[in-house]
Nanobody, 126 residues
Framework: QVQLVESGGGLVQPGGSLRLSCAAS????????IGWFRQAPGKEREGVSC????????YYADTVKGRFTTRRDNAKNTVYLEMNSLKPEDTAVYYCATDVVPCDGANGPNQGYEYWGQGTRVTVSS
């Protein structure tokens, strides 16, 4: 059974940085994408980024482009979301999710991914 476990959330001041981790297990395929999503209070869930585990291709939403970076460590079955220059509007619960699909470089992660982590809260506030 596929399992995803996020970690690394917390409270950070505006302009600060955080690194989220998504540890994956239980895959029967080497070909899948890991997507990062976030949901702020009262807002719809937003696809932030994704990465394909095969070729490392990525996608970033315009709201985070240039500030967030998604990296993979295939040896550890872990994907990281490195978040820099954080803003109060980045405050949300962040989720990683996966499915046996490529990362869509044009449209980003699909909200219909099959497997989801439990989420980790990020609060950007002074």
């Amino acid at each position: 059974q596929v399992q995803l476990v996020e970690s690394g959330g917390g409270l950070v001041q505006p302009g600060g940085s955080l690194r989220l981790s998504c540890a994956a297990s239980g895959f029967t395929s080497d070909y899948y994408a890991i997507g990062w999503f976030r949901q702020a209070p009262g807002k719809e869930r937003e696809g932030v980024s994704c990465i394909s585990t095969t070729d490392g291709s990525t996608y970033y939403a315009d709201t985070v482009k240039g500030r967030f970076t998604t990296r993979r460590d295939n040896a550890k079955n872990t994907v990281y979301l490195e978040m820099n220059s954080l803003k109060p509007e980045d405050t949300a619960v962040y989720y990683c999710a996966t499915d046996v699909v490529p990362c869509d470089g044009a449209n980003g992660p699909n909200q219909g991914y099959e497997y989801w982590g439990q989420g980790t809260r990020v609060t950007v506030s002074s």
